[in-house]
Nanobody
Framework: QVQLAESGGGSVQAGGSLRLSCAASGFTFGTYCMGWFRQVPGKEREWVAALNPLTASYARSMEGRFTVSKDIARRILYLEMNSLKPEDTAVYYC?????????????????WGQGTQVTVHS
């Protein structure tokens, strides 16, 4: 049974940093594309970043500020977020894709965590 559990969200001032974690279980971690998405109430879910076994990709507005990585031994996916802006405020979700290659489309990810709230104050 695939399970994903995010943690690390919180409240931070603009310009600050947070590191989100996503603990994964129930599948061979490292052989699937893993993604981060975010959603603001009333708006569509937005792709943030994705990590396949070899490379990472980012949405344009996050590139240079966010870094996705993984610890295979601990089965954790990370999202390091720096230079946070108020517009980064959202619920952040990690997700596991059906396979490879990575996609920016949410429907290509059948497994999702429960989400963690990130609030950035101006």
């Amino acid at each position: 049974q695939v399970q994903l559990a995010e943690s690390g969200g919180g409240s931070v001032q603009a310009g600050g940093s947070l590191r989100l974690s996503c603990a994964a279980s129930g599948f061979t971690f490292g052989t699937y594309c893993m993604g981060w998405f975010r959603q603001v109430p009333g708006k569509e879910r937005e792709w943030v970043a994705a990590l396949n076994p070899l490379t990472a990709s980012y949405a344009r507005s996050m590139e240079g500020r966010f870094t996705v990585s993984k610890d295979i031994a601990r089965r954790i996916l990370y999202l390091e977020m720096n230079s946070l802006k108020p517009e980064d405020t959202a619920v952040y979700y990690c997700a596991r894709a059906s396979g490879l290659p990575c996609s920016e489309i949410g429907s290509d990810y059948p497994y999702w965590g429960q989400g963690t709230q990130v609030t950035v104050h101006s």
